[in-house]
């Protein structure tokens, strides 16, 4: 952003930050600083797959690199000297979507879930000696329990026996390796592999609010690296489901369909909780390495990073009983709303000086977002000027400050208009209107914002209401 620094400081500002606050974790910021991640690009092109390489995963050590692809073949790649190790002919008769090193193995068993429902085991070790051309070899293991597309497989650490696997037939099955290699094809008379942790195949829910009904296609899940006993599991709606399988009822079969048992949460941004939209899922959730956060991937949508321990102002973490208060705000009574403001206390003694320095550069900031706004051009640098103000010096600015860039960040996300930019929008209004509830333009924008949300939900329903027309046309032709 012009000389003012990157949003996230330099090495003067996150030892100053410390300073202030002897929570804020700077080795965070150090192995993740903006400056890092503007320099990297790509290294080299490994070349070795016939299709589309859907999956790929680092060994515990990340000196191996193992991927799948559409031509249903397992690739294991060596990140020092860059080079295919080997290329195995996996067998399977459809796309893999997902490829693991199975843990405590020494790097010896890797176990591979594709389009044809099954999940086989593989022993590196019988290519010991071979070149990456030599790749005939045959599986340990073949799970063919699954009656749809294997999504994704998940590990625990430090354990060599146990897989999970997601499946779009709504179950998420535990393979143990001790309990055997095999298992007869899912939906023939002698499958009765008693290996299902969750039966969700009557787990979707349209909206927080609703009973589940319909099936849920899992697209995804993550086991916590820090705390195993944490399950996290995605699929076709919008709400990642968090378990603990310490509470879990004990392995079934799928002959009969159970009711979903109950989760420990349900993660999903607020403004997709009652969404409705069937298109609408969930393509991958994961755990942070320190399993403190989770991370959301949706299709056609944004990317989302939310706390596992508590809701915080940004992490929107719901149980079921939260269903009424996800669109609640704070009430206000004779023009007070009824919750803390935005503190204006500054630190004293020989850090003043540093504190002016530090408003100095977010004013500058202030009025590099709003002569973007004026001009009507680059939103998107005008919007990185308040990212840096917000959330690189938001303890520091002051409640005018804030309120001021919170209100230029909101009327630039209105002009930008990308996906979901109105609700973000509606989101700096409510935080402007915490610190001056009687603000006028915070007021102004968040009609202008309810005002664009509201116009696109009658796009769709026009969309629709066209779209069964038609559908009437040619039924009645």
Not at 214 to 234: E, N, W, Y
Not at 304 to 328: C, E, F, I
Request: hydrophobic share 35%; glycine share 6%; charged share 20%.
């Amino acid at each position: 952003m012009d000389t003012l620094c990157f949003h996230d400081g330099n090495i003067t500002d996150l030892i100053e930050s410390r300073t202030l606050d002897v929570r804020y974790d700077i080795n965070h910021n150090l192995q993740m600083h903006s400056s890092l991640i503007r320099r990297l690009s790509q290294e080299r092109e490994l070349e070795g797959h016939l299709g589309c390489v859907n999956a790929v995963a680092w060994n515990s050590k990340g000196s191996l690199l193992i991927s799948g692809s559409d031509d249903t073949r397992i690739n294991i790649w060596s990140y020092s000297s860059r080079e295919l190790l080997h290329s195995i002919e996996t067998g399977h008769s459809a796309n893999i979507f997902c490829t693991k090193f199975v843990p405590e193995t020494s790097d010896e068993l890797v176990v591979s879930g594709a389009g044809d429902a099954e999940v086989r085991l593989f022993n590196l070790s019988r290519l010991k000696g071979r070149g990456p051309e030599e790749n005939a070899i045959s599986p340990s293991g073949v799970f063919q329990c699954h009656s749809k597309r294997v999504k994704k497989l998940a590990v625990e650490v430090g354990n060599p026996n146990v897989v999970w696997s997601a499946s779009e037939d709504g179950t998420l099955r535990q393979h143990d390796f001790r309990e055997g290699a095999s298992c007869p094809p899912g939906g023939s008379s002698r499958q009765e592999c008693r290996n299902v942790l969750l039966d969700l195949r009557c787990g979707a829910k349209k909206s927080l609010a609703d009973p589940p009904k319909q099936s849920l296609a899992l697209k995804s899940c993550d086991i916590s690296s820090t705390r195993p006993h944490l399950l996290l599991v995605g699929g076709s709606d919008a709400f990642a489901r968090l378990y603990d399988r310490r509470m879990l009822p004990p392995l079934s079969s799928c002959r009969k369909k159970l009711s979903p048992p109950p989760c420990v949460n349900y993660f999903c941004p607020m403004h997709l909780s009652d969404h409705g939209r069937s298109s609408l899922h969930l393509t991958h959730v994961t755990f942070s390495p320190n399993g403190e956060e989770v991370l959301l991937s949706y299709s056609g949508e944004h990317v989302y990073l939310m706390d596992v321990n508590h809701a915080g102002g940004s992490a929107m973490q719901y149980t079921s009983a939260d269903a009424s208060k996800v669109m609640s705000f704070a009430p206000i009574v004779n023009g007070v709303e009824l919750q803390s403001s935005a503190s204006s206390g500054f630190p004293s003694g020989s850090l003043k000086s540093n504190v002016a320095a530090t408003l100095d550069k977010c004013r500058k900031l202030v009025q590099i977002a709003e002569k973007s706004l004026k001009e009507g051009t680059n939103y998107f640098h005008g919007i990185e000027a308040c990212n840096e103000v917000l959330d690189g010096h938001g303890r520091l600015i002051g409640p005018m400050l804030m309120h001021e860039c919170l209100c230029i960040r909101a009327a630039l996300l209105l002009k930008r208009k990308w996906k979901n930019d109105a609700h973000m929008a509606i989101r700096d209004c409510h935080r402007a209107r915490r610190i001056d509830s009687s603000s006028f333009r915070a007021l102004y924008l968040l009609s202008e914002a309810l005002s664009q949300v509201s116009s696109m939900i009658f796009i769709v329903i026009g969309y629709l209401a066209i779209y069964d027309w038609q559908h009437d046309a040619k039924m009645t032709y």
